[in-house]
């Protein structure tokens, strides 16, 4: 379908386009990337398969430099993790955090793009989790927190914890959802913490487990994100109406916080969410693929939810790789979207047009090395923020636009997202590719692999 679009304006005030760049609460699109697994791909093959997808977020579960390394310049954000072990040692001081901080993350900044820090995962109810680990949790956050203040890096690297489903006493209906009785006092003390730091509140929800547990009285395709209709729709008391189960956890969880008395409102970030291909009842290839591609849809659509429609949530798809060390229940090493030798694990299409020009594979390398790089748009930017981009570039900016308009060799397609990217890439090419150049208020990546396409060729310098 052709796309409607404002031709580039020669005239805007860079105190505008700054503006403009900071308007917009654009979604996410995130995928969980485990290394419990023999033979995996090596983290530079991983990060570069992943520029041509439709993927812009990663999320790991340590901080594993070689992965953080690969991800230098690639344009994609990382949500890095302190294991469960490791939050007692944050919580004795900001300077024990300062140096946690000092020695796993700033040595990768700012090549790495890391957004935010995991505090531990699904933490409190981990087994054996006593009240007395309650109590670690959020001294450790605000200790990292501040360590992030001190070298001035709190504004772009959030601070949040990851939790499961089971920190609610009960979950349904959604608007009467509450947290469990001895949770209480920490979730307050975290809600204010993460208020105060506009940072949201990661939950792991998965409607697989709650389907696979109770089929007779749950229908399938309600699981399965497919928007039922009619009398398959779930009816909350409070008027809110749901056409599948992932929107009634995240309004659960929405419905807990509030029952706190917290009136400032925090978002919430869906950190797991998956179905497996293997390894149980209903793990089946076909309902992995419906459950996974509707997932990323949501992602991309930027949708909310019943009980706050406006309210975008970033979604992280569980996940990358079937990892065979996993411990537990079969279907653990089952959700991968990918096997641990690159083969994919069902038929599932992540490719992304313009994203980072040639398509990499697992068995194989592409693109070009060396000197040569580029500049694009990241696949998912905010489209207000894309003609922002596109427009100074075009006038204070100093591009040579003619290529991509009229009959430039660069108009077809006639895209606001190709025609940015072309905008962007000459001007970091005429500023000297300093990576700044190519940040764009973090709407920017930088790729090795040549964009340019039939006769639209992408200048380099």
């Not at 990768?108 to 309650?134: I, K, R, W």
């Amino acid at each position: 379908m052709h796309e409607k679009r404002r031709r580039p304006q020669m005239q805007l005030l860079p105190g505008i386009f700054l503006l403009l760049l900071a308007a917009g609460d654009v979604a996410a699109v995130g995928i969980n990337y485990g290394t419990l697994g023999d033979n995996l791909p090596p983290p530079k093959t991983v990060a570069k398969m992943l520029q041509s997808t439709l993927i812009d977020q990663v999320k790991i579960y340590d901080t594993n430099p070689d992965i953080l390394a690969a991800f230098s310049n690639t344009g994609i954000d990382l949500v890095v993790a302190v294991e469960n072990a490791h939050v007692a040692n944050l919580t004795r001081s900001p300077d024990a955090a300062d140096r946690w901080l000092a020695a796993r993350v700033t040595p990768f900044l700012p090549a790495t793009s890391v957004v935010a820090v995991a505090v531990g995962n699904e933490f409190l109810t981990q087994d054996g989790a006593t009240l007395a680990d309650f109590s670690l949790l959020v001294p450790a956050m605000r200790n990292l927190h501040r360590a992030l203040q001190s070298r001035g890096l709190h504004r772009k690297i959030k601070v949040s914890t990851p939790h499961s489903m089971g920190v609610l006493a009960s979950s349904f209906p959604p608007s009467s959802a509450a947290f469990l009785d001895e949770l209480r006092g920490t979730m307050s003390e975290l809600v204010d913490f993460l208020m105060e730091t506009d940072s949201p509140f990661m939950i792991n929800a998965y409607p697989y487990f709650a389907y696979r547990d109770n089929p007779s009285k749950i229908d399938l395709e309600y699981a399965l994100l497919g928007d039922v209709s009619g009398a398959k729709r779930v009816h909350d008391p409070k008027g809110y109406i749901y056409t599948n189960m992932l929107d009634a956890q995240i309004d659960a969880v929405r419905a807990a916080i509030v029952s706190l008395n917290r009136t400032g409102g925090v978002r919430v970030a869906v950190s797991e969410s998956g179905w497996p291909s293997r390894g149980g009842a209903f793990a089946t290839p076909e309902n992995a693929r419906a459950y996974n591609m509707r997932l990323i849809s949501r992602g991309e659509a930027r949708a909310g939810t019943p009980m706050a429609p406006e309210s975008n949530v970033d979604v992280f798809v569980f996940s990358l790789f079937n990892e065979d060390k996993k411990e537990g229940d079969p279907t653990e090493r089952g959700f991968g979207l990918f096997n641990a030798d690159g083969t994919k694990a069902y038929e599932m299409d992540l490719s992304c047009s313009f994203c980072s020009g040639e398509k990499v594979s697992f068995g194989g390398s592409a693109g070009r090395g060396g000197p040569s790089v580029w500049c694009l748009a990241k696949p998912h930017a905010d489209e207000r923020m894309l003609q922002a981009v596109l427009d100074f570039c075009c006038g204070p900016g100093g591009v040579d636009c003619g290529e991509v308009r009229g009959k430039g060799a660069c108009f077809e397609p006639d895209k606001l997202y190709a025609h940015a990217s072309y905008a962007m890439n000459a001007y970091y090419q005429m500023h000297g590719r300093n990576y700044w150049n190519c940040d764009f208020k973090g709407i920017g990546l930088v790729t090795f692999s040549d964009p340019s396409y039939g006769s639209c060729r992408y200048p380099q310098q």
